[in-house]
């Protein structure tokens, strides 16, 4: 079935680095996403990944990808509380268009 | 302004009255997706066009729900007869046609129902 799970709330101090993690259970996905979502807002496209590659690199922002574990993580560097935001992580299953998301992480940001 | 446009931001309406939204997509992109999302969870996919094919509904588009996308440019979501469980956030999204082209979002219309 479809399914990306993530853990609900994170916090860290400003300056750290931040990890979101995600599984992701369908094993035919080819694209894997991360977007940002602050209060009242749409969804906002920080990046993504090819299913064949294991680690994405976008200026403060790192993904890695266990595709054997299906599992995805999103690596925050020197988080500001800019950053503060509920995080998505998405699957898209091979074959369809759709964006499968988990529930999304709430990244808190304190000084 | 050349994003993914949504009219309008938010909708309070009385149960039972009829509702329709509009999204206008980034210009050259011919693929447009509606999805609704909830207090608390991740957007759920609703349904996509192709140019003006719809192509893909989910099994969350009821029949009091409707889509359209006439000209292949902006698309409508309908809502007819609305009912309490219909009070979420529409997000529109759009994108270029191809497996690599990411999905980019609106800033949704809130809906409240009375």
């Known amino acids: 079935g479809e399914d990306v799970e993530q853990s609900l709330f994170l916090s860290v101090r400003e300056g750290d680095s931040s990890v979101i993690n995600c599984t992701y259970t369908?094993?035919?996905?080819?694209?894997l996403y991360w977007y940002k979502q602050e209060p009242g807002a749409g969804l906002q496209l920080l990046t993504y990944?090819?299913?064949?590659?294991d680690m994405k690199q976008d200026q403060r922002l790192t993904v890695l990808l266990n595709k054997k574990d299906k599992h995805l993580s999103l690596r925050i560097a020197d988080t500001q509380t800019g950053d503060s935001a509920i995080y998505f992580c998405a699957e898209r299953p091979g074959g369809y268009n759709k964006l499968i998301f988990g529930a999304g992480t709430r990244l808190a940001v304190h000084p | 302004d050349t994003g993914v446009s949504q009219n309008p931001r938010h909708k309070i309406t009385k149960r039972g009255q009829n509702v329709t939204f509009r999204c206008d997509p980034i210009s050259e992109h011919n693929r447009l997706y509606w999805y609704r999302q909830t207090l608390g969870q991740g957007p759920e996919f609703l349904t996509y066009?192709?140019?003006?094919?719809?192509?893909?509904k989910s099994r969350l588009l009821s029949d009091r729900f409707s889509a359209e996308r006439p000209k292949g440019s902006f698309s409508t979501l309908e809502i007819q007869r609305t009912e309490q469980g219909d009070s979420a956030m529409y997000l529109c999204?759009?994108?270029?046609?191809?497996?690599?082209?990411?999905?980019?979002f609106g800033d949704g219309t809130r809906l409240s129902i009375l």
């Open positions: 066009f192709q140019n003006e094919a719809q192509l893909e």
């Open positions: 990944i090819f299913s064949n590659m």
């Open positions: 999204a759009s994108s270029l046609e191809g497996q690599n082209q990411p999905q980019h």
């Open positions: 369908d094993s035919s996905s080819t694209y």
